[in-house]
């Protein structure tokens, strides 16, 4: 797959394509429709599968105090958007500059001039050009003068929610690993280096790899069933979220017990794949408490993943 970084550089390699624009941001199922049609389509028509979308967000950089949470590192995306069969990927740096083209010099110079584009695909809700105002049907009048059809791609629902990055994003906010995994079509992954901590897990028997994440977004606060992988398999752990406001209140910490390993993780890449939310952030009495709460905990980990197998694909270890 050939990755780009801007339509610019995209136009040294131009060739016949099929291209989706989008965020696709967690590249969830509702993604996973598009990308599988997407492929198909580009087959017939003897194109190229090209993902044209952005680095940074565009709320990012128009509306930053209402820009989302990423469910996935730039990196990530480009990783799972490869691994659905497509043949390019174009993610164009979005600046205040970029926004302000024109529709008609969008049209000519990034799909007609540099990606060769046949056929585009966007959503309903897609707008384009300067101040944003540019809508689907603006996109299929100036495509007709370049023989270019423009498709609108259909909401796609899952046991009757509608599969969206937000959705997704709610979900996790809310500690609903099920859910989130429905519309994932796979465990939602929290990455990231492991690091020093107080090592206060392991003075009352419970060490713990403490991780620093990578992408932005947490799920909500409380103890987890995970699948954790260092790079050599999964396994069972029972992660902490929160604060600690038991021991300190103040810090925010992600905490991984790997269950039946004791492995030295410092300094390197940690992936925990979410299953299940066993219970909420709680203050106790004492670190007696605390400790009687964690064999719960972990006696709740093991029950579940008894009944389970590990996850069938790999983890994101890539930074």
Excluded at 29 to 54: K, M, P, S, W
Excluded at 103 to 112: G, H, M, S, W
Excluded at 148 to 160: G, K, L, P, W, Y
Excluded at 274 to 299: M, N
Aim: hydrophobic share 40%; with cysteine; proline share 6%.
């Amino acid at each position: 797959m050939q990755v780009f970084l801007g339509y610019q550089a995209a136009a040294s390699k131009r060739a016949p394509s099929v291209v989706a624009i989008g965020n696709f941001d967690g590249v969830h199922r509702g993604h996973q429709v598009i990308l599988q049609r997407l492929v198909e389509r580009a087959r017939e028509l003897d194109c190229r599968a090209l993902v044209y979308t952005f680095r940074p967000h565009p709320m990012h950089v128009l509306f930053p105090e209402r820009a989302p949470l990423l469910l996935t590192t730039y990196d990530q995306k480009v990783e799972l958007l490869g691994s659905w069969g497509v043949d390019a990927v174009v993610m164009e740096p979005f600046s205040r500059e970029y926004a302000s083209f024109l529709p008609e010099t969008f049209v000519q110079e990034v799909l007609v001039d540099a990606l060769q584009t046949r056929e585009v695909w966007v959503g309903p809700d897609f707008k384009f050009g300067r101040g944003g105002k540019a809508t689907p049907d603006d996109l299929g009048r100036l495509g007709e003068a370049h023989l270019m059809d423009v498709r609108i791609i259909e909401a796609q629902f899952f046991e009757d929610i509608r599969a969206s990055s937000t959705r997704v994003r709610e979900a996790c906010f809310e500690g609903d690993m099920y859910q989130a995994h429905m519309l994932l079509g796979r465990f939602f992954e929290l990455s990231g280096l492991v690091v020093h901590g107080d090592a206060r897990g392991r003075q009352i028997g419970f060490p713990t790899a403490n991780v620093e994440p990578w992408q932005m977004i947490r799920p909500a606060s409380g103890v987890y069933a995970c699948w954790a992988s260092w790079g050599e398999g999964w396994h069972p752990a029972a992660v902490n979220l929160g604060k600690r406001p038991t021991v300190d209140g103040e810090s925010y910490r992600v905490e991984a017990h790997i269950l039946d390993h004791q492995v030295d993780l410092y300094g390197k890449p940690l992936s925990l794949a979410f299953v299940e939310r066993l219970r909420a952030e709680k203050t106790f009495t004492d670190i007696e408490a605390l400790r009687h709460q964690i064999e719960r905990d972990v006696a709740d980990a093991r029950a579940l993943f008894s009944r389970m197998s590990p996850p069938a694909q790999s983890p994101w270890l890539g930074g």
